[in-house]
């Protein structure tokens, strides 16, 4: 489990092609103190450390992207130089700053525009119609792995949604949030709440 607060931004210095992508991120953490086997959420997707440096050496971890993660993650996400939005799995006692998030990749989103709002930046963000009935105003939702919340949804007549949040300067230093030229894809995931909810209205019809 994650809490959508982003803690560093690693680069990702190597790719290789096994029956997986094999990825190997640089990273500004301390991996003495992150074991085999831990969940790091990389923009918005929980996956798992298989090698990491030694210790006394400059942080670096690896990483197995499966096939059915890179078909359902942002296109383009997972080449050499790509950043990415790092978040260490949250442990009993940390502070809840963001909400719940799970790591899972619920839908891709299309930048559509972003402009200037007083010291912010307006984003309009489109998603699939399979998760507009799940977007809400003062809602959460995750983008990159950044938790954020919805601020306006227009439903639109194809059945896609667009929604509107605000990032604010402090936000875009930290994240990957910095480079937001329209049609830029983006991982979302709802908030865990929303899509309980929708599953007990499937089944209760």
């Known amino acids: 489990m994650f809490t959508g607060i982003i803690t560093d931004i690693?680069?990702?210095?190597?790719v290789e092609q096994r029956g997986d992508l094999r990825l190997v991120i640089d990273s500004g953490y301390d991996m003495g103190g992150v074991d085999l086997?831990?969940?790091?959420?990389?923009?918005?997707?929980?996956?798992?450390?298989?090698?990491?440096?030694?210790?006394?050496?400059?942080?670096?971890?690896?990483?197995?992207?499966?096939?059915?993660?890179?078909?359902?993650?942002?296109?383009?996400?997972?080449?050499?130089?790509?950043?990415?939005n790092l978040e260490r799995a949250l442990k009993v006692g940390d502070e809840l700053g963001g909400h719940i998030v799970t790591g899972h990749v619920d839908g891709v989103g299309t930048l559509v525009s972003a402009v200037p709002e007083g010291d912010s930046t307006r984003l309009l963000i489109e998603a699939p119609a399979s998760l507009a009935p799940y977007l809400a105003a003062k809602g959460s939702i995750t983008v990159d792995g950044v938790s954020l919340t919805v601020n306006s949804v227009e439903d639109q007549a194809d059945g896609t949604c667009r929604f509107g949040l605000n990032i604010i300067p402090h936000t875009q230093a930290l994240t990957t949030l910095d480079a937001l030229t329209p049609g830029r894809r983006f991982n979302l995931e709802i908030d865990i709440l929303a899509r309980y909810l929708g599953r007990m209205e499937q089944l209760r019809k």
């Open 10 to 14: 690693g680069t990702i210095a190597k």
């Open 37 to 84: 086997g831990a969940s790091i959420a990389c923009s918005g997707v929980c996956l798992t450390v298989v090698d990491k440096a030694p210790a006394g050496q400059p942080g670096w971890f690896a990483v197995d992207v499966s096939g059915e993660t890179v078909s359902r993650t942002a296109p383009g996400l997972w080449h050499e130089g790509a950043r990415l």
